[in-house]
């Protein structure tokens, strides 16, 4: 079964621009998580989604957003990038809302010059 | 929201055991002990998880203790491929009956040959 997998794998944009990350979560797994990792604050959460619908969200502003297809694939969008934006996104899935495992893809590397 | 705290590195020789101990005072009686790892240049693994009880997997032990306040994940051979950060978890369940996971700034493990 293949694992999660994240495009692109790495990305430049400049301060202004935005962006968008996708997500294919594990066949079968209907709920994808984004979590920004960075050397100053470490791993965050930044959201989850369930049956197109985001069921959870963490301390970030609304610049950050995303959304769920049907087939539970997943994309994150990013606007009016910031310097302090670069970091690696990652996408998790797990097999439920309430999934005791996650099961986390390779990550987005972002560079915002 | 409850955090934890861990060591920010250990070593450990190879083929000896590793007790790798994680802090977590404000722990709610709902929220479930996650230990993920994290390889270099990819997303963390999961590794074991527990509520009360001590937990054994092929990975892994996890003890916990019965205030619950502190944990520890005990690898019982090192090998030189576990060399990676361990994240101690929480996967926190908020009155709205959401979960999220908080991650703590992990210890990075290194394994001496």
């Known amino acids: 079964k293949a694992g999660v997998t994240q495009t692109p794998r790495y990305l430049i944009k400049t301060r202004g621009q935005q962006v968008t990350l996708s997500c294919s979560p594990i066949s079968g797994h209907r709920s994808v998580s984004w979590y920004q990792q960075t050397p100053g604050q470490g791993l965050q959460f930044l959201f989850e989604?369930?049956?197109?619908?985001?069921?959870n969200k963490g301390n970030f502003p609304g610049r950050f957003s995303g959304r769920q297809f049907s087939n539970s694939r997943s994309e994150m969008n990013v606007s009016t990038l910031e310097l302090g934006d670069s970091a690696l996104y990652l996408c998790a899935s797990s097999l439920l809302l309430r999934g005791e495992t996650q099961y986390f893809g390779p990550g987005t590397r972002l560079l915002v010059l | 929201d409850a955090k934890t705290t861990q060591p920010n590195s250990m070593e450990s020789n190879e083929e000896e055991p590793v007790h790798l101990p994680c802090n977590h005072s404000t722990i709610s009686g709902t929220d479930y002990i996650h230990w993920y790892r994290q390889l270099p240049s990819q997303g963390p693994e999961y590794v074991i998880h527990?509520?009360?009880s001590n937990v054994n997997n092929r990975m892994a032990s996890l003890a916990i203790a019965e205030d619950r306040k502190s944990s520890t994940l005990i690898l019982h051979r090192a090998t030189l491929r576990d060399a990676a950060v361990y994240y101690c978890?929480?996967?926190?369940?908020?009155?709205?009956?959401?979960?999220?996971?908080?991650f703590g700034t992990g210890t990075r493990l290194k394994v001496l040959a």
């Open positions: 527990g509520l009360t």
């Open positions: 989604y369930f049956s197109e619908t985001q069921r």
């Open positions: 978890i929480l996967r926190h369940r908020s009155y709205s009956g959401t979960y999220k996971y908080i």
